[in-house]
């Protein structure tokens, strides 16, 4: 019920995690007044309104599944004020629904889910003047994606990706400030080579066990993403920091 939303909203202190398949307008309404991070792990076809009464309150973050988002959908989160915004299990994206929502001012945008991303959808993506701009769980980038998102004017751009290939490794290079690609499973030597010569990137796997971040790649490719993390040196808006383990 409404009032056991904004009870939860009032008397909770950690992240707000909310199971519900379906979520009326008016509870979303009482949800919205949470100042925190509110997560949807089960939700399902969110009205317009909904989505509308979700971005009107004070929620720091907001989390929520959106399967084939439309341009109006996007619009209206984009007009969350918050500091993060998550949008999961995308399917499709169009480039008129990116362009709705890096319309958002929050600081970080994750967008994670996605069948493919275009050329165009990520010059749209891009143009996010968030600080960190995070796309997930993409099965290959092509060299047309990795132009468009190489032109995005953040600090940090992470992708998890599977497969990359020599020229999209070539184009994400033309993006000059933090690059994190994460959940790398096949690339050429010559594609490490091209991200290892960068200045600022790292990689990293998505379950951080042990040696299992490099464990699907050959030993010279491995030897090449490992001597690179070893160096840590990122772009900060006070300037380059080095933060390589003495």
Do not use: C, W
Not at 33 to 39: A, Q, R, S, V
Not at 65 to 93: E, M, W
Not at 105 to 117: A, F, R
Not at 201 to 206: D, G, K, L, N, W
């Amino acid at each position: 019920t409404p009032l056991a939303a904004e009870f939860l909203a009032r008397s909770t202190d950690g992240p707000l995690f909310i199971g519900q398949v379906h979520v009326p307008e008016d509870i979303a309404n009482s949800l919205s007044k949470f100042p925190k991070y509110l997560h949807f792990y089960n939700l399902k076809n969110p009205s317009e309104e909904t989505l509308r009464a979700l971005v009107s309150g004070s929620l720091k973050s907001l989390s929520l599944p959106l399967r084939n988002p439309t341009p109006g959908d996007a619009s209206i989160l984009g007009q969350f004020k918050g500091n993060s915004l998550t949008v999961d299990r995308i399917g499709q994206l169009s480039p008129a629904s990116a362009k709705a929502f890096v319309q958002s001012t929050v600081e970080e945008i994750t967008l994670s889910g996605l069948d493919q991303l275009s050329g165009e959808t990520a010059e749209e993506l891009s143009k996010s003047k968030s600080k960190n701009l995070t796309i997930t769980r993409l099965k290959t980038l092509s060299k047309e994606t990795a132009l468009g998102l190489s032109k995005y004017k953040g600090l940090y751009l992470t992708i998890s990706v599977k497969r990359l290939s020599d020229e999209a490794a070539e184009a994400l290079n033309r993006y000059p400030n933090n690059l994190q690609l994460v959940n790398l499973k096949a690339l050429s030597e010559t594609a490490a080579q091209t991200l290892a010569a960068r200045e600022f990137v790292s990689f990293s796997a998505s379950d951080m066990i042990g040696s299992s971040l490099f464990s699907t790649h050959p030993d010279s490719i491995a030897a090449i993403l490992k001597e690179r993390n070893r160096k840590v040196i990122i772009k900060t808006e006070e300037g380059i920091r080095d933060l390589t383990p003495k």
